[in-house]
């Protein structure tokens, strides 16, 4: 299988990519360094995540040239509205060191005051036009809210990046983003999520079926939950700061499922999300200060 996905504007995209979610800044720079010396072309950041700088020296420190490394971040609610977008871009790229982010993103619906969501939006339209972005997307979108998007803005996004994972794959939103050509992109994509928010009793690294599957390979449960996203056609970017789990992720195209292996983990859905509820966050009980570059 090819490793890379053509995004609906044509730009390749690597299909399985490296995320930094909660990976403190002191550690960015050696875990991004890492990765991309294991394989990684993909490298998943987010202004909110206050690592972005950290992104861009590992990137530097790697030795990879910069336009063999696919950047994607995510503009935070407090830059909504149109030039707040402007401005949060110009951030971002100061951060990261760059003229040009391959993939920007919304990183959240504001429903309550979504028209700040669509001003944000169309200021990532006039990036694209300008060249300053390569693709545009969203994260979080629901499919309702994704088509009160889509009536609103002329640019279908590329990606929309949501929570994916063997206990909530969220059919419903990966068949919404199907039907407009968007690439479904799974964070947690081992359901990581579940171990320290939900029920840690119940952990996807320890399901039974998984385990199974993983022994029949002679594969980790990790690279077989990774595996499943890459053969249904998904984006996946899991995080890691340890070096042997980074390179074992990435050790994930010298396999093949089954189609009966893949329903077996479509089964494993339960339906409950393990983030919070994308119609909950709200600039009162979000708001997040992203500071200057």
Request: glycine fraction near 8%; hydrophobic fraction near 40%; aromatic fraction near 8%.
């Amino acid at each position: 299988m090819s490793t890379n996905i053509t995004l609906n504007n044509g730009v390749e995209m690597p299909a399985l990519g490296f995320g930094v979610f909660q990976t403190p800044p002191e550690q960015t720079v050696a875990s991004v360094a890492e990765a991309l010396k294991v394989g990684y072309r993909l490298i998943d950041t987010a202004a909110s995540y206050f690592n972005e700088p950290e992104v861009g020296d590992g990137i530097r420190q790697s030795g990879i040239d910069r336009s063999d490394v696919f950047i994607e971040t995510k503009l935070w609610i407090s830059d909504y509205g149109y030039d707040g977008a402007l401005h949060g871009f110009e951030k971002s790229a100061g951060k990261l060191g760059v003229d040009q982010i391959d993939l920007l993103l919304l990183h959240q619906p504001l429903s309550t005051d979504f028209e700040k969501t669509i001003g944000a939006y169309k200021a990532l339209e006039t990036l694209l036009s300008d060249g300053k972005v390569r693709a545009i997307g969203v994260s979080n979108f629901m499919p309702d809210v994704l088509a009160n998007l889509l009536e609103q803005t002329s640019v279908v996004p590329a990606v929309n990046q949501v929570e994916c994972h063997p206990y909530f794959s969220q059919p419903d939103v990966q068949k919404a983003n199907a039907q407009h050509g968007i690439v479904t992109q799974a964070w947690s994509p081992m359901g990581g999520i579940t171990s320290y928010r939900g029920d840690s009793t119940r952990s996807t690294f320890n399901d039974p079926i998984i385990g199974e599957i993983a022994t029949a390979h002679g594969k980790t449960p990790a690279q077989v939950m990774l595996r499943w996203h890459l053969q249904e056609g998904r984006s996946a970017i899991p995080k890691s700061v340890n070096p042997e789990r980074i390179a074992a992720n990435f050790d994930v195209f010298d396999f093949e499922l089954t189609s009966i292996e893949l329903a077996r983990i479509d089964g494993l859905d339960t339906g409950v999300r393990g983030g919070p509820e994308p119609a909950s966050i709200t600039l009162e009980s979000f708001h997040r200060d992203i500071p200057e570059a």
